[in-house]
């Protein structure tokens, strides 16, 4: 107010003195340079601390908690029937969960039946490496029915486990999150819509009950909303990792329903990228919308007899059943037929909710982070902070932390394995704390290192604007790219434009620069922290240089910060200067030093015992018509007590295509006395060229699949029916063209119809089947205690196979 003044009153700042030399010419100077460091620190650190406790999970509630209520510690009573054993689809230990779970959804007074049937599997998936894929599942489904529906609400999880592990987590987790919210919703008024409990099987093998409930289930014939529950580890926050296209009202739901809302559009980019898949997909193959959420952390049990009830973290249950019965209850008395939205959402989570935004502003988001950023560079050459070639020049710098830090994570990560090569077949180390603490420091000392180096020469105005040009940059490659991953990068770049632009139209010596360039880093910190956080779980240490280089734009968004730390030069002559200079290398040296120390101590306190055995892969195969037996291990670099087993390799495809293709490694086994299964014509007819043959294929005992592939030099095969439902046939490589495989085969066995045009006088069909388990087997010495086992869906197989000319 009032009349105007001279700049060095009003705010605005004046331009550096002519001899201010480059690496003063930042864009904050304040006159308590330590004091202005210290409290910006502070502040960052108190927001990064707030933002990584809103990740914690919640309490479990105890047993007595109110009846409308979720507790985990009732559900956990449900954990410990389900997963008492290795409960994997066919088995008898798999009936008697059945039957628990049945009981308990009827106790309820819910309608509830099995639905038992035979189905292929969803989608065109990576496990059909055999050949087409069906099995025999039988899903528990109950039913609440609404008040007045307006279509049907879903609660998802599969209670099967896989062969090598109970499945403490994966999934008795999501099942008994589901009773314990059905028991929740049967305490209090009816809800508007239908809900729906759908506890799947054979998940593990192929979602072929998820696929049997989406395509066949009458309950299932209008669609409607899922919400998939899973557990892929043993801990952690439940995240939001999977919806269906066109989100935004989903997502909206979310935010405002789970009381722990952790969820990330940039997840579900990730999520797109893996080789994984869930009952959801079978959902999404279908007409269905909704939410598919996971805790992940812990990976390391994923899949292993270490899955067990006991090491389930309960807040992360308590957080499953929570958001679980949250949701149910806001999507039971919302109207289902406004759900669908024309687009996705942006979202992410910060302390206090998830932040959500359309979709559609992200490009236009991005192009003005790009243009915040340029009228920073624009002003700050303006104002004699930075020339066009010191701009230039930070630009370019900036690409070096950027390039040299995830790759720098990853030689740490090759190192560490190569010490400890038995990391190689876990999806996470048991205690990777400290490697990822390792993998932090590791990005921040290159980050301080750079711009040591760097900051005398270029000057710190211009490495800030090209730190920033790169994450608005990466914003718009982003927002093409992967939309819902843009806001990682715009955001930050957006806020440190605008903070640069505040600290430069503002006085330079008082608090508000500091000020404006600290708030504006908090929302770096805010955005990229539990990006950083949640990357580890979600990736493993394997892909720890992503985490790396998500560090590394969080640093380059605290810059002006990070300068603070770095002594001003200006003014200093001779000793003084040096000393400057060298008090700027400290922040890169201790974070070095603490790099190779983290490092040092996981490797100390990660080591294999028998509570964290090195997991190692390993099966049988016999063929039983030539009474050759093998050994078996996927790995390529098999630890001692395997390479006992394995002394060379093989290529199985002919032997075992029921096993896939590949080389394996392998050595010789001794016979065992198991039969074949039985593969019988029923009927055999040829008409017009074709032959049509009707086979029965039993197992001689008890097996978790079966397989039977034809020989395509001896047939074509024309069209192929698995109990009574007619199955794909599409060519596979090599000498079984055509296969196919089954899981959970009854005892009675399964009914294969095939026709074929023969090519010679007989036609040659492969069968096998598997079941799991070596302990038994000729010449099979038990694991040393820190031997454990991998999770893979072969691992333990115990395969018997034989040639029929008919
Ligand atoms: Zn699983």
Redesign the pocket.
């Known amino acids: 107010m009032g009349a105007p003044t001279t700049p060095a009153t009003t705010g605005t700042p004046a331009r550096p003195a002519p001899g201010v030399p480059p690496a003063d010419r930042a864009l904050t100077r304040p006159r308590q340079r330590l004091l202005a460091a210290a409290a910006a620190l502070v502040a960052l650190a108190a927001v990064g601390a707030g933002s990584l406790l809103d990740l914690r999970t919640p309490a479990p509630k105890p047993a007595d908690a109110p009846a409308g209520e979720f507790s985990a510690s009732r559900a956990y009573e449900d954990v410990q029937v389900i997963a008492a054993r290795t409960h994997v689809a066919g088995s008898p230990a798999n009936d008697q969960v059945r039957a628990h779970l049945e009981q308990q959804l009827r106790g309820l007074g819910l309608e509830t039946e099995v639905q038992d049937t035979v189905a292929p599997e969803a989608g065109q998936l990576s496990g059909a490496a055999g050949g087409a894929t069906v099995a025999r599942v039988r899903n528990v489904v109950a039913r609440l029915p609404g008040t007045d529906s307006t279509g049907r609400v879903f609660l998802a999880a599969?209670y099967d486990?896989?062969q090598t592990g109970p499945?403490g987590n994966?999934?008795a987790a999501g099942t008994s999150a589901i009773l314990e919210v059905a028991r929740a919703l049967t305490t209090g008024p009816r809800p508007r819509n239908d809900i729906v409990f759908v506890l799947t099987d054979a998940?593990?093998a192929c979602l072929c009950g998820a696929a049997a409930f989406a395509t066949s289930h009458p309950l299932a014939a209008d669609g409607g909303v899922v919400l998939n529950l899973?557990a892929?580890g043993s801990t952690g926050p439940v995240i939001m990792f999977e919806t269906s296209r066109n989100n935004a009202k989903l997502v909206d739901i979310f935010g405002r329903a789970a009381p722990h809302p952790v969820g990330t559009s940039f997840a579900v980019e990730i999520y797109r990228a893996l080789p994984n898949d869930?009952d959801f997909t079978a959902f999404l193959d279908q007409k269905f919308i909704g939410l598919n959420s996971a805790y992940i952390d812990g990976g390391a049990i994923?899949?292993t007899p270490l899955d067990t009830p006991e090491a389930m973290d309960r807040g992360s249950l308590q957080q499953h059943g929570d958001n679980a019965l949250g949701l149910a209850r806001e999507f039971g008395r919302t109207d289902l037929t406004e759900l669908r939205s024309g687009h996705d959402a942006t979202y992410f989570p910060v302390p206090g909710g998830l932040v959500r935004y359309p979709g559609t502003l992200t490009l236009p988001l991005a192009l003005l982070a790009v243009a915040a950023v340029a009228a920073l560079g624009w002003l700050t050459r303006r104002q004699g902070r930075a020339s066009i070639g010191r701009l230039a020049a930070g630009f370019g710098l900036a690409l070096v932390p950027i390039v040299v830090a995830p790759v720098a994570a990853q030689l740490l990560w090759l190192a560490i394995t190569t010490i400890r090569p038995g990391y190689a077949e876990l999806l996470d180390p048991y205690r990777p704390i400290w490697y990822r603490l390792a993998v932090v420091a590791l990005a921040a000392a290159i980050l301080f290192a750079w711009y040591a180096l760097t900051r005398r020469r270029i000057g710190p105005a211009a490495l800030a604007v090209g730190g920033l040009a790169w994450l608005a940059l990466l914003g718009v490659l982003l927002a093409v790219a992967v939309p819902g991953g843009a806001y990682l990068t715009t955001v930050p770049a957006l806020a440190g434009a605008l903070g640069g632009l505040v600290a430069l139209r503002t006085r330079q010596t008082g608090p508000w620069p500091v000020v404006a360039v600290t708030a504006a880093a908090a929302v770096g910190v805010v955005i990229l922290l539990p990006t950083v956080v949640l990357l580890f779980p979600a990736l493993g240490m394997g892909m720890g240089g992503v985490a790396a280089l998500v560090a590394v734009l969080l640093g380059l968004t605290a810059l002006p910060v990070v300068d603070l730390l770095h002594p001003q030069a200006g003014g200093q002559r001779g000793l003084l200067a040096l000393r400057a200079r060298r008090l700027g290398v400290l922040p890169a040296a201790a974070t070095a030093v603490a790099a190779v120390v983290l490092a040092g101590v996981g490797l100390g306190v990660d080591r294999f015992d028998a509570d964290h055995p090195a997991p190692t892969h390993l099966m049988y195969a016999m063929d039983a018509g030539t009474g050759q037996a093998r050994w078996l291990s996927h790995e390529s670099d098999p630890q001692s007590w395997t390479d006992g087993y394995v002394d060379g390799t093989a290529d199985v495809g002919d032997d075992f295509p029921g096993l896939g293709d590949g080389e394996l490694r392998a050595g010789p086994a001794q016979p065992a006395n198991l039969p074949a299964p039985k593969l019988d014509v029923v009927a055999d007819a040829t008409a017009g060229g074709e032959r049509t043959l009707r086979l029965r294929l039993t197992p001689q005992r008890a097996a978790r699949l079966a397989t039977l592939h034809v020989d395509t030099s001896t047939a074509t095969v024309l069209r192929a029916e698995v109990a009574g439902r007619p199955v794909p046939v599409e060519p596979r490589e090599g000498k079984w063209g055509f296969g196919l495989v089954f899981h959970a085969p009854p005892t009675e066995g399964i009914e294969v119809t095939l026709t074929v045009r023969p090519i010679a006088g007989q036609v040659a069909l492969r069968a096998m089947d598997a079941s799991d388990g070596l302990d038994a087997l000729p010449g099979f010495r038990a694991r040393p205690p820190a031997v454990g086992v991998v999770g893979s869906h072969s691992s333990e197989m115990l395969a018997v196979a034989r040639t029929y000319p008919i």
């Open positions: 599969h486990s896989v499945g994966d999934d998940e593990e899973e892929r869930t994923y899949h």
